[in-house]
T-cell receptor
């Protein structure tokens, strides 16, 4: 069965620290990969996505993610976080052409000023 | 704004009430979804509609009844809910038959069942 695992449930960092959030997936086929962010009181919005091509994907607000096929991973990174990055982050995957999007449990990120 | 709106944003209901959640998308998409977001659990897909036809029901109890009158509107009718149904209900839309199927989410309805 398809599944997505986000190992970090709650991450607390200080401003300017570097960030890496882990995401591993289990899926038997070609995949599309997504990171969504949910700021407090706001809707889920897309941070970045990977469909094909360059495995290093750049998104909004300075975020990037790297698809490592051999490790079934799609980790999210940011070199220097800001207080405004405090939010919940969700990794998601679907098969190419498939509609069902499978989400991870989410990682709550708290940035202390 | 993502082009997906949901009303109401907050709803409190008793277990014997009947209420409906509404979702509208302004993106010209032809697929719509209902998700349930509970604390400490992954988003759970509930229903999928393509071109107004329900194509997936993810073993959702019958006290949740979806309706999709057209490709732009999606409803979730609620009746005799349980306290454990309290959650954030999210609507999403996408362009079906796209290779990428990027989904756009609404702000959600925060439901509390007393």
């Amino acid at each position: 069965a398809q599944s997505v695992s986000q190992h970090n449930h709650h991450v607390i960092l200080s401003e300017a620290a570097s960030l890496e959030l882990g995401c591993n997936y289990s899926y038997g086929g070609t995949v599309n990969l997504f990171w969504y962010v949910q700021y407090p009181g706001q809707h889920l919005q897309l941070l970045l996505k990977y469909f094909s091509g360059d495995p290093l994907v750049k998104g909004i607000k300075g975020f990037e993610a790297e698809f490592i096929k051999s490790k079934f991973s799609f980790n999210l990174r940011k070199p220097s976080v800001q207080w405004s990055d405090t939010a919940e982050y969700f990794c998601a995957v679907n098969g190419q052409g498939a509609q069902k999007l499978v989400f991870g449990q989410g990682t709550r990120l708290t940035i202390n000023p | 704004e993502t082009g997906v709106t949901q009303t109401p944003r907050h709803l409190v209901m008793g277990m014997t009430n009947k209420k409906s959640l509404k979702c509208e998308q302004h993106l010209g998409h032809n697929a719509m979804y209902w998700y349930k977001q509970s604390a400490k659990k992954p988003l759970e897909l509930m229903f999928v509609y393509n071109f107004k036809e329900q194509t997936e029901n993810n073993s959702v109890p019958s006290r949740f009844s979806p309706e999709c009158p057209n490709s732009s509107h999606l409803f979730l009718h609620l009746h005799t809910l349980q306290p454990e149904d309290s959650a954030l209900y999210l609507c999403a839309s996408s362009q079906e038959r796209s290779s990428y199927n990027e989904q756009f989410f609404g702000p959600g309805t925060r439901l509390t069942v007393l």
